[in-house]
Structures are given as C-alpha cells and as structure tokens.
C-alpha cells in the first residue's frame, strides 16, 4: 500500500514548486473552512473559541519544533551541505536557523507595528461610508489605529465591539491576521521545497488545522460587527488565509533555485509562527477566564501533532 507522501506526490508530481502550490491551496482551503463554520456554528461561545485557539496553539507550537528547527538544524549540520562563508567564517548548523528564528521575530514585530498604516490604504472607501453616517469616519480611524499600534490583533479584536469603530477594527483585524499567515504559508513551501515530502506533508496538515480555528475567529469578529454572515464567511475569510498560497510557491521556488537557504528559511517561518503564538493567541486564549481550557486544549494539539509526525514519519 503506498504511503500518504507517495499518493501526495502521484496526485501533485514530483516539482517542489507545484508541490508548495498545492499544499499553500490546502491550508487556505482550511482557512475557508474555518470561516464559513460560522454558517453552521451560528454562536460560538467565548469559551468555545479559547479552547479552538488553545488547540490551534499547541499545533503550531509542536509544529515550529518538529518540523521546521530540528530538520533545519538537521541539514545544516549534514556534512553535504554548502554553507554561506562571509568573511572566512562557515555558517553551519545551529547558526543559519538561529539567524532566520531572529529575522522572522523581527519581521513580525515590526510588521504588527504596520498594520497601523494600513488605514489610509481603506480609509477611502470607509471615509464616503462614514460621512453617511455623520461624519465619524476620520475619528474612528484614530482610534482604531492607535489600538492596534499598542496592541496588535488582540486590541483590534476587541476595537470590532465598539460601535463608533467596529468596521475599521474588523479590517485591520483582518489585515493583523493576514500578516500573521504570510510565516505559515512559507513554512509550508519551505518543507516542500527541502524535498522531505513527508516532513512537508506533516506541516502542511499542522497548519491547517490551526487554521480552521483562525478563520472561523475572524468571521465571528466580521459579524460581531455587523457584516453580513454569509458574504463575510465566503468571500473575507478567505482573503485572511490567501496570501499563503503565493508565500508557499515562492517559499518552495526560494529553496529550490537556493539549497543553502533553506535552514534559513526554516528557521525564519519556526520565528514568525513562534512570535505570533506568543504575543497573540496564548494571551487571547487566557483572556476572558478560560485559562485552564486553553492550556488543556494546546496540550491537546501538541499530542495531535506530535502524533501525526510520528505516523507520518
């Protein structure tokens, strides 16, 4: 009977490049899949989302682990690889995935720091809605942005319940988020483009199943809001989790045309997915009282994939 890795790849082909373009399709599918269970899932309640963040966190904490810093630690120690030599010093083993671990941290700290400008790029658009209204718009703005700037998703979240802003605070909510898959979406190209299938297909699932979760917390956001249920699940949750598809051609293509990258790469998706983990959704999860729930749940997700990297591997 052959292996998951084999149908994968008689179904995909045996190019890396397609390889990442059809596991960037999957997990945005899984972005979608999330967002349109609000259609099912009328009324999740707070608790239900914690425990569904819980569990997506525990994923892509074991995930970060198995499948992107100790198989890049793992290449870059293996005698056959090509190491980057600046000034006569050979960057090999632990070092090039450290150095992409502190560029993804640095990328996705300041990138939160973006968001904040982001409005302008909208504000058009909300500037004509607002004037409808009474004219709020420029001061719903400043608020919504200064929230973010301080604060990141969990703040923009919680901008969605206020009625002078919910609209803007939904779309830079929708944008934090976008942000934050651009890591997952290149992880999982990287993993294809090492050419470990396995190790590939494994990513590929652990992101998204934390995806589901993800999806489904923005379009409860959208329609705590006031948008409209079905439009917002079908056509914006989709647009959070899209972006990972170019990300994961490109992320797959980078490692191809570039072996010495890769550890690098690893490296950086293993920081960014880390950082987003730690500074957005353990806190989210451990604010509303449901704090035993979440950490149940992310040792859920942990043995999840921890298991799947077993029976996959």
Known sequence: MPSIAEL?????????????????????????LGAVLVLI????????LDGALGFAAGVMLSASFTSLLLPGIDFASDPAYRPFTPGGIELAGITPVLIGFGLGVILLDQGERWVQYVGPLISGELTDRAESDGGEGTDDWQRSSDSVSDGGIKRAGAMVEQADSRVVGVLLFTVAITLHNMPEGLAVGVGFGSGDVTNAIGLMLAIGIQNIPEGLAVSVAAINAGLGRTYYAAVAGIRAGIVEIPLAVF???AVVAAAPLLPYAMGFAAGGMLYVLGDEIIPETHAHGHERLATLTMMGGAIVMLTLDVLLG
Do not use: C, H, K
């Open 8 to 32: 994968f790849i008689d179904i995909v082909g045996p190019n890396p490049v397609l390889q990442g373009l059809a596991g960037g399709i999957v997990i945005a599918f899984m972005n979608l």
């Open 251 to 253: 992320g797959a293509w």
């Open 41 to 48: 899932w009328r009324n999740p309640t707070e608790r239900s």
